[in-house]
């Protein structure tokens, strides 16, 4: 009885290790849990700037045509952060799978601010122009961030479907792999900022041009 017993657990041991050594990491990860966040900002007005310093502040940022002096300048800063948080399962004496048990995404908009030059008169034909011109300008931010925010949204699902976890010997070495993760899905989503600021640029662009600019001034003259 007892010798069966020990051949018993023998095969009991051996039917565990083959499992063990089959397990893969990938094909366990749950998926993780995405938590979503978007702003767009608290939008302020600077009213104490002259058109010189509005106009350096336009140069800094790329966004004036060259020969053109601003009266009036939308800002914004596009903003984004991802934070993995992650969870591991030990699956032999020497291998820690490490993969994300949720990512918390931040992409929206820090900042925002119009700049009106000091010396137009209130409520003056001018003044009236050049608030209007400045808040289509962050109206189109915000269009902008509407309509990508699903589409963002998409393709992190996607990312994280296909994102694999980590390997690791040791507990100790487990905050690397973390940190290793969240390196691999900023590399993910990198290209799906520069491709929204790229997109928003150009969309900014078809009412910041010359022609535009000209046609604006007319309607004061008028």
């Known amino acids: ?91 032999s004496q020497n291998e820690i799978c490490v993969f994300p048990k949720s990512l918390e ?36 931010n915000k269009t902008a961030l509407e309509h990508f925010l699903p589409l963002f949204y998409k393709q992190i699902i996607k990312i994280a479907g296909q994102m694999p976890p980590e390997k690791v010997e040791k507990v100790s070495e487990i905050n690397k792999a973390t940190e290793r993760l969240s390196q691999n899905y900023t590399r993910q989503i990198t290209p799906l900022i520069d491709f929204f600021k790229k997109q928003l640029l150009a969309e900014q662009y078809k009412l910041d041009n010359k022609s535009n600019y000209i046609h604006e001034a007319e309607l004061c003259r008028r």
């Open 1 to 91: 009885m007892k010798k069966l017993f020990i051949i018993l657990t023998i095969l009991a041991n051996t039917f565990l290790l083959k499992n063990v050594q089959a397990f893969d990491c990938a094909s366990a990860a749950p998926k993780p849990q995405i938590d979503f966040y978007t702003s767009y900002g608290k939008l302020t007005y600077d009213l104490t700037k002259s058109q010189h310093e509005i106009t350096a502040i336009a140069k800094k940022s790329g966004i004036l045509e060259k020969g053109l002096f601003a009266s009036g300048l939308a800002t914004i800063q596009v903003a984004w952060e991802i934070n993995v948080n992650t969870l591991s399962e030990r699956i």
């Open 105 to 140: 995404i931040f992409i929206g908009y820090q900042n925002p601010v119009i700049y009106l030059e000091k010396n137009l008169k209130p409520n003056s034909c001018q003044y009236n122009l050049v608030m209007r011109h400045e808040q289509t300008h962050q109206q189109i």
